[in-house]
């Protein structure tokens, strides 16, 4: 293409954050055959020190994070505003969760009220 329609792509998946350079980057914006997922964002900590990056809850419900890389919740029953840290160099794969949702495993992949949070890495693909 050679306009500026990319334009209105990047605008429904990137966010600022409150740390400059570290970007929220919407992972279901541009994937047109999911199946209710769970909303999921993706960060990424360019910085040679640890940052601590919030997380704003436009829902104002209350939500859980988890990391879906790490396999830990990071925060629960957040209504409004919470913050959490992002290693050196590393990435965080957050998925929100309605709060109180506990992860299970099934067919070998972490699941969340009935939806599919995270896929378990196979052994044989490493």
Do not use: W
């Not at 279901?28 to 940052?51: G, I, M, S, V």
């Not at 419900?61 to 830990?72: F, G, Q």
């Amino acid at each position: 293409l050679y306009s500026s329609a990319q334009v209105g792509i990047f605008g429904s998946i990137v966010r600022k954050t409150n740390v400059d350079r570290i970007l929220q980057l919407d992972c279901r914006a541009t994937d047109f055959y999911q199946e209710d997922a769970f909303p999921t964002y993706l960060y990424y900590n360019p910085y040679d020190t640890l940052k601590s990056v919030c997380f704003y809850n436009a829902e104002k419900t209350n939500v859980d994070l988890y990391d879906a890389l790490s396999h830990e919740y990071l925060t629960k029953a957040l209504n409004d505003e919470g913050c959490f840290a992002i290693e050196a160099k590393s990435a965080r794969l957050i998925v929100v969760l309605p709060s109180g949702s506990e992860i299970t495993m099934e067919n070998g992949n972490y699941v969340a009220d009935g939806k599919v949070v995270a896929y378990a890495q196979n052994e044989n693909q490493k």
